[in-house]
């Protein structure tokens, strides 16, 4: 009996050391629809480079934040191929903790990344990561609860007619609210959709100097807009709502509008979740008629730490999940409509995508329409669109997300939270030595 | 009869354990005292050196440290409030011989086996929703409001589902107790004309003495950190309603990957939770010496 254990051992051992000699890279990845999907289809990779095995570190969207930040950070090494957002690509970039992508191979096609996002991914025209999927946001709205309104969205609608409609369309007898907006704090919450709607209100986080801005009125329009709008036509614990819930609530009907991420188009108009699918319409995000529409961008992205010790493996497989030939794979074996969005102009292109999304036109148009180089009419010292980035935004975003959400919420009044948040705000700035 | 050699021996026996607990103590509370002096943010290299005392003045200063430890000590006394006296009431229920009793304390005692985000998650979508939560249709069936819960009482939430979570632990120990009170001094107080109140007060509550306090300590040592029902409903809001000193601690360390403030908090922490302890020793902890 104990030889034979002592055998099995043995051969397991043996058999470890075997598969050791193949390169073996470890990717942290989150826990989202495509990238899963992305585990389930890289035997087409490993079929390719018999010579790499992948390890799967797959976590929640903070989870994985930390753990890839504190990796990094500490050049822990620990991950080959991590994947991140485009707010830490040019922090990152800057701090030297990234590779930057020469090796991609040459059929990748680094000119048909979306500009928008190929900007955000850059530093000093250098690559510093390569988009996996990428979205911005837009209107997504009830087309029966709008012509019931007697209304017609147009086709650059303004936070006027936004107001307007959702007061209009509010029947709260029946259960349907106007419209529905983040309201939960977070500076991935209620502070990407705040940030935003400050853009299109002509408003910025700080000026050149890096005061933050807001004691000024555009802050106080935009907030005192958003509060009053949530009341008149917005859900009961609006102030407790993220994506998630909102999207629940679309599909069940009960919210009129909703302003928020592209890539909620495909679940709003999926009829195995959403009771609404047929009834939704797209429009773009609302501007205030100065052209700017919140220049909201985010993708999700692989990137190689400049601390991984397998770089030529890892931008291998960064350059297989990243190319046109992965959203081939996927549209052939899942259909077009799984695709990941946004990153590539061929996807926009492509007659069948166009025809298998009805959301491809919409959402390619609010991705144009996204600057993050120049996310405020005004000028600022920093780039970004529903958030800046700079490191501390993150801690920041979420204080004065906070202090926000208590203004939804009734339990603080719109000047009070306005106070408290330019408190904070150069409370942190200085500290972070930006206000000299 | 331990003579000195064998006491000798006995220190000499016991000394590996004794050690490799202190170093896991004193390690980790060293370094968090070390990096509370430093300069110290992951996300910015260019920060490094002696900080002074600039991270305690700092984190001491955040417009939501008072509130904080405020609103930590609410919650640990809300939740001890609710359980000592809820847990005594059902361990007194469910100590009755009923019809299926050994599935009534299972049932009781689950929802202690539920993680805090699991529970937490189902208390904010299922039950204390506005819109589709179960308190909302209870509401709605009278005719009334929904209360937007997490909005309007943010911290009485919290309290709420955090209690949910600890009575079957209050309910545990405190049933044992019970269990372990004499018959016979039970009947004994009855047949000399005790009511059920003047037993409840001169009987069964001294007898349940330890085990209260037992479940005050650590309840409390518990209760101070609560942090992931904050998170996954509230994330600290709205403003600073539901921010308390853990919650404040993750929003430096894990959002501003600030380790120099996030230490000084942690030992801000430390300090607040001994005060605690002290007050909590002096108050019930007695009743352990007995």
């Not at chain 1, 040019?90 to 928008?116: E, F, M, N, R, T």
Request: glycine fraction near 8%; charged fraction near 15%.
């Amino acid at each position: 009996m104990k030889l034979r254990t002592l055998i099995l051992g043995l051969c397991s051992a043996s058999a470890l050391a075997f598969a050791a000699n193949a390169e073996s890279i470890t990717i942290a990845t989150v826990n989202k629809g495509d990238m899963v999907r992305m585990q389930k289809l890289t035997d087409d990779f490993t079929a390719k480079n018999p010579d790499i095995q992948l390890q799967w570190v797959t976590l929640e969207e903070n989870v994985l934040r930390e753990r890839v930040t504190t990796d990094i950070a500490t050049k822990g090494g620990q991950y080959d191929v991590v994947t991140i957002g485009n707010y830490e690509v040019p922090i990152w970039a800057k701090q030297g903790w990234l590779l930057s992508l020469d090796k991609l191979g040459a059929d990748y096609d680094v000119d048909d990344i979306l500009p928008a996002i190929r900007g955000g991914l850059s530093l000093d025209g250098k690559l510093y990561a390569a988009p996996f999927y990428g979205e911005s946001a837009m209107i997504m709205y009830r087309t029966d609860l709008m012509e019931k309104a007697g209304l017609k969205m147009p086709e650059k609608p303004t936070w006027e007619f936004i107001g307007d409609a959702a007061r209009k369309m509010t029947d709260r007898a029946n259960g349907i609210n106007g419209i529905c907006l983040r309201g939960k704090a977070g500076w991935g919450e209620n502070m990407a959709f705040l940030t935003a709607m400050d853009n299109s209100f002509g408003g910025r986080w700080f000026d050149e100097k890096w005061q933050p801005q807001f004691d000024q009125p555009e802050w106080k329009n935009t907030l005192d807009t958003y509060v009053k709008l949530m009341k008149d036509a917005g859900p009961e614990g609006a102030s407790s709502n993220g994506f998630n819930e909102n999207l629940t609530l679309f599909q069940q009907g009960k919210c009129g509008m909703w302003i928020d991420a592209t890539v909620a188009a495909s679940f709003v108009s999926d009829p195995k979740n959403s009771t609404v699918a047929d009834k939704v319409g797209f429009a773009i995000f609302p501007d205030t008629g100065n052209g700017n529409h919140g220049n909201w961008l985010w993708s999700w992205n692989l990137a190689v730490p400049a601390s991984s010790q397998k770089a030529d493996a890892a931008q291998k497989f960064v350059s297989w999940a990243t190319s046109k030939g992965y959203t081939d794979l996927v549209a052939s074996k899942e259909g077009w409509t799984n695709a990941p969005p946004g990153t590539r102009t061929s996807l926009y292109n492509n007659e069948e995508y166009k025809k298998a999304a009805a959301f491809a036109g919409p959402t390619l148009a609010a991705m144009n329409a996204a600057d993050i180089t120049k996310p405020s009419v005004k000028p600022v010292p920093y780039t970004g669109g529903q958030f800046v980035a700079i490191p501390e935004f993150q801690g920041l975003g979420t204080t004065v997300g906070q202090l926000f959400s208590a203004a939804l919420a009734g339990q603080s009044s719109v000047d009070d939270a306005l106070a408290a948040a330019q408190t904070a705000a150069t409370r942190e700035m200085t500290r972070a030595k930006y206000i000299k | 009869m331990a003579t000195r050699q064998t006491g000798t021996l006995a220190r000499f026996m016991m000394a590996p354990s004794v050690i490799l607990l202190l170093i896991w103590m004193v390690v980790p509370l060293a370094m968090t005292l070390w990096f509370s002096f430093q300069n110290y943010n992951l996300l910015d290299p260019t920060q490094t050196g002696f900080a002074g005392l600039f991270n305690y003045r700092f984190f001491y200063s955040d417009p939501a440290f008072f509130q904080s430890i405020w609103n930590t000590l609410v919650i640990v006394v809300g939740v001890l409030l609710i359980t000592v006296i809820g847990g005594i009431a059902l361990a007194l229920l469910i100590d009755q011989p009923i019809f299926g009793q050994g599935l009534v304390r299972i049932l009781v005692i689950s929802p202690f086996f539920v993680m805090p985000p699991v529970a937490a998650l189902v208390w904010k979508n299922m039950i204390m929703h506005p819109q589709y939560g179960v308190f909302a249709d209870i509401a709605k069936f009278f005719g009334l409001q929904p209360i937007d819960w997490f909005g309007q009482h943010p911290l009485l939430s919290i309290v709420i589902i955090v209690a949910w979570q600890w009575l079957p632990f209050a309910t545990l120990i405190l049933l044992t107790a019970l269990q372990s009170l004499d018959g016979e001094q039970k009947e004994a107080a009855e047949m000399d004309g005790a009511g059920f109140v003047s037993r409840f007060i001169h009987l069964t509550l001294p007898h349940m003495a330890r085990a209260i306090t037992v479940v005050i300590l650590i309840q409390t040592i518990f209760l101070l950190s609560v942090y992931a029902e904050i998170l996954v409903t509230t994330n600290g809001g709205p403003g600073y309603a539901s921010t308390n000193l853990p919650f404040l601690i993750y929003r430096t360390a894990l959002l501003g990957y600030d380790v120099g403030g996030a230490s000084a908090g942690g030992i801000i922490a430390v300090v607040l939770a001994n005060i605690v302890a002290l007050f909590l020793m002096r108050a019930v902890g007695k009743n352990l010496d007995k």
